[in-house]
Protein backbone atom coordinates (compact mmCIF):
# COMPACT_ATOMS: atom_id res chain seq x y z
CA UNK A 1 0.00 0.00 0.00
CA UNK A 2 1.03 3.34 -1.14
CA UNK A 3 -0.15 6.83 -0.42
CA UNK A 4 0.61 9.52 -2.50
CA UNK A 5 0.42 13.66 -1.44
CA UNK A 6 0.73 16.10 -4.13
CA UNK A 7 1.84 19.80 -3.73
CA UNK A 8 3.14 22.65 -5.45
CA UNK A 9 0.06 23.43 -7.78
CA UNK A 10 -1.60 27.28 -7.49
CA UNK A 11 -2.22 30.03 -10.02
CA UNK A 12 0.30 31.04 -12.66
CA UNK A 13 0.72 33.51 -15.52
CA UNK A 14 0.87 31.86 -19.09
CA UNK A 15 5.00 31.59 -19.44
CA UNK A 16 5.76 31.03 -15.79
CA UNK A 17 6.55 27.42 -14.65
CA UNK A 18 5.41 25.49 -11.63
CA UNK A 19 7.41 22.07 -9.91
CA UNK A 20 5.01 19.42 -8.84
CA UNK A 21 5.88 17.15 -6.44
CA UNK A 22 4.08 14.38 -4.97
CA UNK A 23 5.55 12.39 -1.51
CA UNK A 24 5.05 8.90 -1.06
CA UNK A 25 4.54 6.47 1.79
CA UNK A 26 5.72 2.93 1.81
CA UNK A 27 8.72 1.05 1.55
CA UNK A 28 8.79 -0.38 -1.97
CA UNK A 29 8.89 3.25 -3.61
CA UNK A 30 11.84 2.35 -5.28
CA UNK A 31 9.59 -0.10 -7.34
CA UNK A 32 6.97 1.58 -8.68
CA UNK A 33 6.55 3.08 -11.55
CA UNK A 34 5.17 6.73 -11.06
CA UNK A 35 2.95 8.80 -13.31
CA UNK A 36 1.42 12.56 -13.65
CA UNK A 37 -2.35 12.68 -15.01
CA UNK A 38 -4.23 15.88 -15.22
CA UNK A 39 -7.75 16.54 -15.29
CA UNK A 40 -9.89 19.79 -16.89
CA UNK A 41 -13.46 20.63 -16.00
CA UNK A 42 -15.44 18.86 -18.44
CA UNK A 43 -12.68 16.76 -19.26
CA UNK A 44 -11.61 13.25 -19.03
CA UNK A 45 -8.70 12.15 -17.04
CA UNK A 46 -4.89 12.42 -19.37
CA UNK A 47 -1.85 11.35 -18.81
CA UNK A 48 1.16 13.89 -18.60
CA UNK A 49 3.91 12.36 -17.82
CA UNK A 50 5.82 8.37 -16.52
CA UNK A 51 8.68 7.26 -15.38
CA UNK A 52 10.20 4.34 -14.19
CA UNK A 53 11.34 2.94 -11.02
CA UNK A 54 14.92 3.66 -11.84
CA UNK A 55 14.04 7.20 -13.54
CA UNK A 56 15.60 6.02 -16.84
CA UNK A 57 12.86 5.81 -18.67
CA UNK A 58 10.36 8.85 -19.09
CA UNK A 59 7.44 9.28 -21.71
CA UNK A 60 5.19 12.77 -21.96
CA UNK A 61 2.38 13.47 -23.81
CA UNK A 62 2.78 15.43 -27.06
CA UNK A 63 2.23 18.83 -25.29
CA UNK A 64 4.03 18.61 -22.60
CA UNK A 65 7.18 17.57 -24.87
CA UNK A 66 9.84 20.43 -24.48
CA UNK A 67 8.02 21.98 -21.47
CA UNK A 68 7.83 19.45 -18.91
CA UNK A 69 10.01 16.99 -17.35
CA UNK A 70 9.24 14.29 -14.62
CA UNK A 71 11.75 13.20 -12.61
CA UNK A 72 12.27 11.24 -9.31
CA UNK A 73 13.97 11.03 -6.15
CA UNK A 74 13.69 7.29 -4.42
CA UNK A 75 15.90 8.06 -1.20
CA UNK A 76 13.02 10.74 -0.74
CA UNK A 77 10.63 8.75 -1.93
CA UNK A 78 9.42 11.34 -4.10
CA UNK A 79 8.42 12.44 -7.96
CA UNK A 80 8.73 15.34 -9.61
CA UNK A 81 6.71 17.27 -12.55
CA UNK A 82 8.82 20.63 -13.68
CA UNK A 83 6.46 22.55 -16.27
CA UNK A 84 7.47 25.31 -18.19
CA UNK A 85 6.01 27.75 -20.32
CA UNK A 86 2.49 27.30 -19.41
CA UNK A 87 -0.58 27.85 -21.18
CA UNK A 88 -3.89 27.91 -19.94
CA UNK A 89 -4.71 24.77 -21.53
CA UNK A 90 -2.36 23.22 -19.11
CA UNK A 91 -4.88 24.27 -16.18
CA UNK A 92 -6.39 20.93 -14.58
CA UNK A 93 -5.93 19.15 -11.61
CA UNK A 94 -2.59 17.37 -11.22
CA UNK A 95 -2.83 14.02 -9.80
CA UNK A 96 0.36 12.00 -9.07
CA UNK A 97 0.03 7.79 -9.90
CA UNK A 98 1.92 4.87 -9.04
CA UNK A 99 1.86 1.44 -10.74
CA UNK A 100 3.04 -1.78 -8.92
CA UNK A 101 4.00 -3.93 -11.15
CA UNK A 102 5.37 -2.35 -14.28
CA UNK A 103 9.02 -1.42 -14.98
CA UNK A 104 7.22 1.59 -16.74
CA UNK A 105 3.63 2.40 -15.97
CA UNK A 106 3.03 4.23 -19.30
CA UNK A 107 -0.09 6.75 -20.25
CA UNK A 108 -3.11 3.86 -19.53
CA UNK A 109 -4.46 5.08 -16.22
CA UNK A 110 -6.11 2.02 -15.52
CA UNK A 111 -2.11 0.48 -14.98
CA UNK A 112 -1.83 2.92 -12.10
CA UNK A 113 -2.70 1.14 -8.71
CA UNK A 114 -2.36 4.38 -6.39
CA UNK A 115 -3.56 7.80 -6.60
CA UNK A 116 -3.33 11.23 -4.96
CA UNK A 117 -5.79 13.61 -4.20
CA UNK A 118 -4.87 16.17 -6.76
CA UNK A 119 -3.24 19.51 -7.00
CA UNK A 120 -4.91 22.74 -8.87
CA UNK A 121 -2.43 24.43 -11.26
CA UNK A 122 -4.40 26.80 -12.76
CA UNK A 123 -2.27 29.72 -16.06
CA UNK A 124 -3.59 32.54 -16.53
CA UNK A 125 -3.90 34.33 -19.86
Known amino acids: QVQLVESGGGLVQAGGSLRLSCAAS????????MGWFRQAPGKEREFVAGISWSGGSTGYTDSGKGRFTISRDNAQKRVYLQMTSLKPEDTAVYYC??????????????????WGQGTQVTVSS
Open 26 to 33: GRTFSRYA
Open 97 to 114: AADKDSYYGGSYSDNYDY
